[in-house]
């Protein structure tokens, strides 16, 4: 079974903050998404990489960035915190290459609040 | 850019009631997929529907994608207590570089009345 692990389950943090959100999957998929997911809005798409090294920005990408250093962690990070950020954020994994199979595999989300 | 528009945003049953959520596009979608999301959980993958007018089913779970492929619909026979979550449609407009985005709806959730 396709693991995905996320750093944490909840965090607080303050406006201004640094933040890092991490994503770790162990079955060797190419691509990577970060999503945040907010009630009525269902899931927005925030960066995604279909390779190490590589990113792509998605419909949301202000006051966002990532790294993808290694194949299997995806970092989400927020330069600096502000309260419109408050959000449950979760990650996702899929099989790359084009193929019409391609499930989105996700981690358990951060609900990451800040004050 | 690519929207997807899912309808209705509430709807709660009594058990053994049917359920139908409902999902729409502007444009073309080259496939569209669904999940399932528990209370407290994260989406889980249930099916994807390829071709046109393709119909599948999941025991209970009858999933079409219309025939111009820009509509789809989830319908749920006698709903159960362990029917309770959101639903959301998720479609592929494009392919990039082998990443497949996915836009997905706003979502349906489901509660039930035992």
């Known amino acids: 079974d396709v693991k995905v692990t996320q750093s944490s389950r909840y965090l607080v943090k303050r406006t201004g903050e640094k933040v890092f959100l991490e994503c770790v999957q162990d079955?060797?998929?190419?691509?990577m998404f970060w999503y945040r997911q907010d009630p009525g809005l269902g899931l927005r798409l925030i960066y995604f990489s279909y390779d190490v090294k590589m990113k792509e920005k998605g419909d949301i990408p202000e006051g966002y960035s990532v790294s993808r250093e290694k194949k299997e962690r995806f970092s989400l990070i927020l330069e600096s915190a502000s309260t419109n950020q408050t959000s449950m954020y979760l990650c996702?994994?899929?099989?790359?290459?084009?193929?019409?199979?391609?499930?989105?595999?996700f981690g358990p989300g951060t609900r990451l609040t800040v004050l | 850019g690519q929207q997807v528009m899912q309808i209705p945003q509430y709807q709660h049953v009594q058990e053994g009631e049917d359920f139908t959520t409902y999902c729409n596009s502007s444009t073309t979608l080259s496939n569209i997929q669904w999940y399932k999301q528990r209370p407290g959980g994260h989406p889980v993958f249930l099916i994807q529907l390829v071709k046109s007018g393709e119909v599948k089913k999941q025991k209970r779970l009858t999933f079409q994608f219309g025939e111009a492929k820009k509509n789809s619909s989830l319908h749920i026979t006698a709903t159960q207590t362990t029917d309770v979550g959101t639903y959301f449609c998720a479609a592929s407009p494009e392919e990039i570089q082998g990443a497949q985005k996915l836009v997905f709806g706003q979502g349906t959730r489901l509660t039930i009345n035992p």
């Open positions: 079955m060797d998929h190419e691509n």
């Open positions: 996702a994994t899929t099989i790359g290459g084009m193929r019409s199979y391609n499930e989105q595999f």
